[in-house]
């Protein structure tokens, strides 16, 4: 029995260090509708986030929880059987609810860091409203196109939708007007709007003077 434990401390341990890193730090272990979407790129840009509110749930299930369970069972049994020197049945029970207490208090701490966070995602795409943005790629009227902008410390990058339904041309200005779901709602800065009233003006003129004199 004692071989058993040892094996369910190292299983344990092990899994829960390899979860965390392949999981991006307690990624799997909450199921919320609140995401950053800060990713890299090569360009070293970070595609900004999602500003819409989710539930965060008790990550009762999640591999880090279930790793710390196996560990803190195998841990438990341990204890019972070399500490208190109980017989295997009873450091059974002792190794059932020491991985059930430890298992409960790290999933209890999983989800109030992840909430942290993700409260600190939602101030951070909040903020970024009424910022101006650079067009990157073209955004369609009924589509979505790229922006740029500068974030706290990087230049950021992600998917934009115009709110007023209408074509924006790559490198025009925008302002940054709602984040949604990791979409960037934009509308056309005011400067751009006056230069394509100038040059929607000055077409008339251009074709006059372009016509041959009768």
Do not use: W
């Not at 790129?41 to 299930?61: E, K, Q, R, S, T």
């Not at 409260?119 to 979505?144: H, K, M, R």
């Not at 709602?185 to 709007?193: L, P, Q, S, T, Y």
């Amino acid at each position: 029995m004692m071989t058993f434990y040892f094996i369910c401390l190292l299983i344990g341990l092990v899994f829960s260090v390899l979860s965390f890193i392949f999981s991006g730090g307690f990624e799997a272990s909450v199921d919320a509708d609140v995401g950053t979407g800060l990713d890299v790129d090569a360009d070293g840009d970070i595609a900004g986030g999602d500003a819409g509110v989710g539930d965060v749930h008790f990550p009762l299930f999640s591999p880090v929880v279930i790793a710390t369970f196996v560990a803190a069972f195998g841990a438990g049994g341990i204890i019972g059987m070399k500490v208190f020197a109980m017989v295997p049945a009873m450091s059974l029970l002792v190794a059932m609810g020491f991985g059930l207490g430890i298992g409960l208090l790290a999933g209890f701490v999983v989800m109030k860091i992840y909430k942290h966070l993700q409260s600190n995602a939602i101030t951070t795409a909040q903020s970024l409203v009424g910022s101006l943005a650079e067009v990157i790629e073209p955004i369609p009227a009924e589509s979505v196109g790229e922006i740029l902008f500068s974030g706290k410390s990087q230049r950021m990058s992600g998917p934009a939708r115009s709110e007023e339904k209408k074509d924006i041309k790559r490198h025009a200005m925008v302002t940054i007007t709602k984040v949604v779901g990791g979409l960037y709602i934009v509308r056309e800065h005011i400067d751009e709007k006056l230069r394509d009233a100038q040059a929607e003006e000055s077409k008339p003129e251009k074709e006059t003077n372009t016509n041959p004199m009768v």
